[in-house]
């Protein structure tokens, strides 16, 4: 059997999430924040005050990668940890003030990448499209 590794899904899902990267990190780079970091401002966007293993698992990253990035983020002065009341081997991740306002500057340069990313399909094809791509993941995660 011979396989055209050029017409595989991988390989299509593959091509466009690397463009699509190096589009955001163009868009990133003046903030002083990868792609990466981001992901982690995203869901402490959403929910502030969480460990790093809850942040670890939301951001689809493994602990000692995540702890990196952390690292990273606080030396920069945009999180801070705090030791948990609950457990006092654990810390919680918060966004500082200047962490706020800089996700604040970002959020719309995210909204028009989605947007530009979207701009050649249907509402129904976007909806299509995310459908295929969770059942994709479904699939294929652990």
């Not at 699509?20 to 002083?32: A, E, N, S, T, V």
């Not at 460990?51 to 999180?79: A, M, V």
């Not at 705090?82 to 200047?98: F, G, N, P």
């Not at 996700?103 to 499209?129: F, H, K, Y």
Request: zero cysteines.
């Amino acid at each position: 059997m011979v396989i055209d590794v050029l017409d595989t899904i991988g390989f299509f899902i593959n091509r466009t999430q690397s463009n699509l990267h190096k589009r955001f990190l163009q868009q990133l780079k003046p903030y002083g924040v990868t792609p990466e970091q981001w992901v982690l401002f995203a869901r402490l966007s959403e929910k502030e005050g969480i460990s790093l293993t809850d942040l670890s698992q939301t951001s689809l990253r493994d602990k000692p990668y995540t702890t990196r990035l952390i690292d990273k983020l606080e030396d920069k002065g945009l999180i801070r940890r705090e030791e948990s009341q609950i457990d006092k081997r654990s810390s919680l991740i918060y966004l500082t003030k200047e962490g706020t306002e800089l996700r604040n500057e970002i959020l719309p340069l995210i909204a028009e990448l989605d947007q530009w990313v979207i701009g050649t399909m249907s509402e129904e094809e976007v909806i299509q499209l995310k459908y295929l791509l969770n059942k994709l993941y479904d699939h294929v995660k652990n």
